[in-house]
């Protein structure tokens, strides 16, 4: 899977997520860029992307990923 | 041994010059011997060895993980580690509190009589703060985001550093613990910023807190004798004690660690100023928020279970609803553990625990009918009168908390609830009634005057750092500054008639 086409995916799980379908992410996004990505949020969100790229995060790397661009190099690692 | 003993002071003093008097490279090991004695002159000696066995079963779990590799053999490491020390922490504090519960509710069906007897165990002090360290740093470890810690000695340093071990905060080995071992050359700054912050906390605790103290006992150990105003007042004070006792123990903690150039984690970050609960608790007691958040409310989200209840209320209630079932359930458990956390009673349960969950669903289930009454009523929702008003309400619904978390028990706290309502006794005060609650006219001005400058601080805190504000002022200003902040601690600290140093109320958690 090519990062764009992660990064297609991964729009739709924002938007769905966080109901707004306006939400484009990149590299730098971070929880402070959207209004609603709190910490329960978070955890709601790290399911819905398991669940579309059908992987898995550690732990470990659900507290510690600081944006997106993380987010993405761990998908890419598990998907490839 | 208080922080605000004349001994400890002494063991500090001492322990401090020792410390720049070592060669900085093996520092450390000055800090775990003083942390030992710290320990065995606390209490009772023998008591030691329980967080020693805890440092010592933390050890061998990660020593073990750092063996193997296969995630079963790591993970089976991490269940016995986790068996023992939360299996440890259990049969102390938590044991006579079931006990409790089930001949509570066998006594309504034999006439108050109850079917099993408790136990009485000597509880090591700090022994939730320092399991709670341990435990997360084992955590991580097996999650691989903390470095295995191969010395046992430093590992024991960590768990049993003595500025954090009796009150916090409780400590995360991935962001605080590496400090502990590196050099810390003398930094005059760090050393006089360290003694301001320790000044400070003993305002706190000696001028506030014990004369707060006073007023509330006056009313909490007679309950039955108050009513109305007199509940609310002494639930004020109490609010008002707790902060300036858990909050400046913390002071004392952090300014004693960073005079050793160790940065602690900040637990307090003014919370009265908060504007919703939820918000509340990101501002009191932070890293027990963090390490509950972190340790207990994610991987309950994540587990199985949870996964499956979350996709059947979204199948039955729609995704919205669906999605905040699952978390107000998880929420529950969470709280739960809160107020467990606190103390094995049913007073700490609700007050600490499950009152706030309720706060906290009842903001989230009521928030959209709040917006539209907002709109309806044409008011401004970033409006400084608002925001003023959502603090209040906020401090209000915590003083209902606390209500139970000081009476005697949950049963005791409705019935002080009960008659709070009562509040036609108001007038009485116009008659010099408040200075009968334990402080004369003199010590209650002490104290108002006393919170008026914890309160003005706290304001400047929220826009700038008060010690560098201060440092920058010219050598006699700054000087004068904490020269009055000394003596006013000195001449006006509650000693009290048989004064014994004060008691910290969140040491023996």
């Known amino acids: 899977m090519t990062r764009e086409a992660a990064y297609e995916k991964l729009n739709e799980v924002f938007r769905d997520v966080f109901d707004d379908e306006e939400i484009v992410v990149n590299d730098s996004t971070t929880s402070s860029d959207i209004e609603d990505w709190d910490s329960l949020e978070h955890i709601n969100l790290v399911s819905a992307v398991e669940q579309a790229f059908g992987i898995k995060f550690s732990m470990g790397q659900v507290v510690t990923m600081k944006n997106v661009g993380e987010m993405v190099d761990i998908i890419l690692g598990q998907v490839d | ?509």
Not at chain 2, 26 to 34: E, F, K, P, S
Not at chain 2, 139 to 161: C, R, S, T
Not at chain 2, 257 to 282: D, V
């Open chain 2, 1 to 509: 041994m208080s922080f605000t003993s004349f001994s400890f002071l002494c063991f500090y003093v001492c322990t401090l010059i020792v410390y720049y008097l070592f060669p900085a490279k093996i520092r450390w090991v000055l800090l775990l011997v003083a942390s030992v004695v710290y320990y065995l002159l606390s209490g009772n000696s023998i008591l030691i060895l329980y967080p020693i066995a805890a440092c010592l079963a933390a050890y061998a779990g990660i020593c073990f993980m750092e063996r193997f590799e296969e995630t079963k053999k790591r993970r089976a490491a991490l269940v016995v580690v986790v068996l023992l020390l939360v299996g440890s922490l259990f049969v102390l504090k938590y044991v006579n509190f079931g006990i409790y519960t089930i001949n509570g509710i066998a006594g309504i069906f034999r006439g108050g009589r109850g079917i099993i007897s408790g136990f009485q165990f000597l509880i090591p002090l700090g022994i939730s703060f320092y399991t709670f360290s341990i435990l997360g740093y084992v955590i991580d470890v097996y999650n691989k985001i903390a470095e295995p810690q191969k010395n046992f000695l430093k590992l024991a340093l960590y768990g049993m550093y003595f500025p954090a071990i009796l009150s916090g905060p409780i400590l995360r080995y991935r962001e605080d613990g590496e400090q502990f071992f590196q050099p810390h050359p003398f930094d005059y700054k760090q050393v006089t910023f360290g003694f301001q912050r320790m000044l400070w906390g003993f305002f706190k605790t000696l001028v506030i807190s014990e004369r707060m103290k006073l007023i509330v006992n006056t009313v909490y150990d007679n309950y039955a004798d108050y009513s109305g105003i007199y509940i609310w007042i002494a639930t004020i004070c109490f609010a008002l004690q707790l902060y300036t006792n858990f909050s400046g123990s913390m002071d004392i903690a952090l300014g004693v660690s960073q005079t050793f150039g160790i940065k602690l984690p900040e637990n307090f970050e003014t919370p009265f100023f908060s504007k919703t609960i939820a918000e509340y608790w990101r501002r009191w007691h932070i890293t027990l928020g963090v390490w509950m958040k972190e340790y207990v409310f994610y991987p309950l989200l994540r587990t199985q279970t949870f996964a499956k209840l979350g996709k059947r209320c979204r199948e039955k209630f729609g995704k919205k609803r669906g999605k905040q079932l699952t978390t107000f359930t998880a929420m529950l458990i969470l709280w739960f553990t809160v107020g467990v956390w606190h103390g094995g009673a049913w007073k700490y349960v609700i007050g600490s625990g499950l009152l706030h969950w309720f706060y906290i669903v009842m903001g989230e289930l009521l928030s959209p009918a709040y917006k539209k009454l907002m709109e309806k009523c044409h008011i401004c929702t970033d409006g400084k009168g608002l925001d003023l008003w959502r603090m209040i309400r906020t401090f209000f619904l915590v003083n209902i908390g606390f209500v139970f978390f000081r009476a005697d028990s949950a049963a005791a706290a409705c019935h002080m609830l009960a008659s709070a309502v009562r509040i036609g006794n108001v007038g009485a005060l116009l008659h010099g009634s408040l200075f009968s609650l334990g402080l004369d006219f003199i010590e209650f001005t002490i104290a108002i005057v006393s919170l008026l400058i914890l309160f003005t601080i706290s304001l400047l805190q929220q826009k700038i750092d008060v010690r560098e504000w201060i440092a920058q002022k010219r050598i006699i200003i700054r000087w004068a500054i904490w020269y009055a902040l000394l003596f006013y601690v000195i001449l006006l600290g509650y000693y009290g008639p048989g004064y014994s140093a004060a008691e910290f109320i969140y040491q023996g958690f």
